[in-house]
């Protein structure tokens, strides 16, 4: 039997290795349209910015490795031009010749992946992008030559000799984000350019400004609500009228799934543009795969087609798509979307929905923030984490979380993760037993944490209020109260709240509406005064993350 996979990345270099562990008689082909195949695409921004000093590090196998230790016949620069599904053969081109020819095929996988959205703009050819190696040698040339006329400017004191080498970001997502930091560490002057009004979209607002926040700490200049209208020669308009210096730029506005052949081919796409496929990754054609960021999935929560361009659900579909032509019995589970970020030490993490999904899709839900340390307090080195979980208020399902902080973030989001691919409520993870020792996590976790939060909130133990309600609830009347120390509170508090300390509410009930909200620095003293005013026989519901949550926006 004879397997064609088109693509040699993270799907469908997967697809290949498998199907040869599981069938050592099988003949497999893999066309790549690139000069390189099985390389480290998440590692391309951090060879540019020169983390990754070696270049070659990036090239897991080569065509001659896959060869030698797989009996794969690997061909790079070589790209596939159409499919004949009734003859079950591929058109094919070598680039180096520009030769044709057709290869037969008894099952065909599909995973060309996703290509850079590049928008529509005058002198958008001026843009890079970062897809494969060849983008990044370029860009990492561009961004050489850029440094080294800078400081020819600089030793010849010319004009230009005190302006800083500029590059301006298309986009705010994971991999512009990568590229401010790597472009910045390399001595460049970034600035991060992005339509909506935050940046990171897999983030809440919120969670979002804490990022935002550190980069600007860092150097670098975030603008959102704009977008990049046009592109000169060595500055950048924006559609706010505002013209930047732009001596490199970069467009990471996302990706949209290469569908081309599938579409020329008569394949089903879905609804969102990706190539749909069933729970054993076969197209509408029984005969022809699909895997990777070209293809829809099925959403966790809902199980509605999503496009989710990242590297673990593509190897993992790689897998499965090997083990269904193998004829072993699986099929693909559906998707939570769990990927992380770093950005100068600062960690940015998620999993499942947002709170800005979840309302859109009209659910009812509660929303827990909380802003542990990583580890004990009272050992050396903890460093704080800002945590956010998304529950739907019907059945404590968790819908997502989002993590940004320090060390740390990772192990809670991918907790969380698993507990939502185990079906656990957000009151379960109350019981989840965790490794502890000091300098590791706390008694309590914080994934445990946001346990009894959600424990609280489904009891009815205590109600609690979202940053954004609060103004709405004072304009109407309600008193809100600030049950920190004197001290805190002339630093800052929440808007029109008056100050009476946790320790002295039982002495100063006579103060205290029949209706109140408090607040405190993270919860935790919120959430004892609530338990303290609601057997008091008022009304309270306590500020969710407290100020500091609050504070951000």
């Known amino acids: 039997m004879k397997t064609v996979i088109i693509g040699g990345v993270a799907g469908g270099m997967s697809a290949a290795t498998r199907l040869r562990r599981l069938d050592e008689s099988a003949q497999i082909v893999v066309l790549e349209r690139s000069g390189h195949v099985s390389f480290a695409n998440c590692g391309l921004p951090y060879y540019v910015g020169g983390v990754i000093s070696n270049r070659n590090d990036l090239l897991l196998q080569t065509p001659s490795s896959l060869k030698a230790r797989f009996g794969i016949d690997v061909r790079v620069n070589t790209e596939a031009l159409s499919i004949d599904r009734a003859a079950r053969t591929v058109l094919v081109r070598d680039l180096a010749t520009g030769e044709q020819y057709t290869e037969s095929y008894d099952s065909l996988v599909l995973a060309p992946g996703a290509a850079p959205f590049v928008p ?114 060595d500055t950048v308009e924006l559609s706010d009228g505002t013209t930047l210096p732009a001596h490199l730029v970069v ?25 749909l496929v069933d729970e054993h990754q076969r197209t509408s054609d029984p005969a022809v795969f699909a895997v990777g960021d ?47 970020v770093g950005a100068f030490g600062l960690v940015a993490a998620a999993t499942g929905w947002t709170e800005k999904r979840a309302v859109a899709a009209g659910r009812r839900i509660r929303v827990i923030h909380s802003h542990p340390a990583n580890h004990a307090g009272y050992y050396p080195g903890a460093e704080g984490m800002s945590l956010k979980l998304v529950v739907d208020a019907d059945t404590d399902a968790i819908l997502g979380a989002q993590g940004v902080g320090g060390a740390g973030v990772d ?30 996590g706390s008694a309590k976790d914080p994934v445990n944490m946001l346990g009894f939060i959600a424990e609280n909130l489904r009891d009815g133990l205590t109600e609690t209020i979202q940053w954004h309600e609060v103004a709405g609830e004072v304009a109407r009347g309600v008193q809100l109260i600030d049950v920190r120390t004197p001290a805190e509170y002339a630093r800052g508090t929440v808007d029109g709240a008056v100050n009476i300390p946790v320790d002295d509410l039982r002495a100063r009930l006579d103060e205290v509406a029949d209706e109140v909200i408090v607040h405190c620095q993270v919860g935790l003293r919120g959430y004892l005064a609530a338990r303290t005013l609601a057997q008091h026989g008022r009304r309270v519901r306590n500020l969710d993350g407290g100020y500091r949550t609050w504070a951000r926006i």
């Open 251 to 275: 467009a990471a506005i996302g990706v949209r799934p290469e569908t081309r052949l599938a579409e020329d081919a008569g394949l089903e796409l879905g609804a969102r543009g990706g190539i």
């Open 411 to 440: 192990k809670r989001i991918d907790v969380i993760a698993t507990a939502m691919r185990g079906g656990l409520t957000a009151s379960d993870l109350a019981d989840l037993e965790l490794s502890y020792a000091p300098q590791f």
């Open 120 to 233: 529509p703009i005058p002198g958008v050819e001026r843009a890079l992008a970062l897809r494969n190696i060849g983008d990044t040698d370029a860009m990492a040339s561009a961004v050489d030559t850029v440094l080294e006329q800078a400081e020819r400017e600089r030793l010849g004191g010319g004009a230009d000799a005190s302006a800083e080498p500029t590059a301006v970001i298309m986009g705010g997502g994971f991999i512009g984000i990568e590229l401010a930091e790597n472009l910045t560490e390399r001595g460049l002057k970034v600035v991060v350019v992005e339509l909506a009004d935050q940046i990171l979209a897999p983030l809440d607002v919120e969670m979002a400004a804490l990022v935002a926040t550190h980069l600007v700490k860092k150097g670098v200049d975030v603008r959102t609500g704009a977008s990049v209208a046009s592109i000169g020669a």
């Open 294 to 340: 070209a293809v829809v999935k099925r959403d966790a929560v809902t199980g509605d087609q999503a496009l989710v361009p990242l590297a673990g659900p593509a190897n993992r579909h790689g897998r499965l798509v090997a083990d269904v032509i193998a004829g072993r019995p699986v099929a693909s589970r559906t998707v939570l979307g769990t990927a992380i």
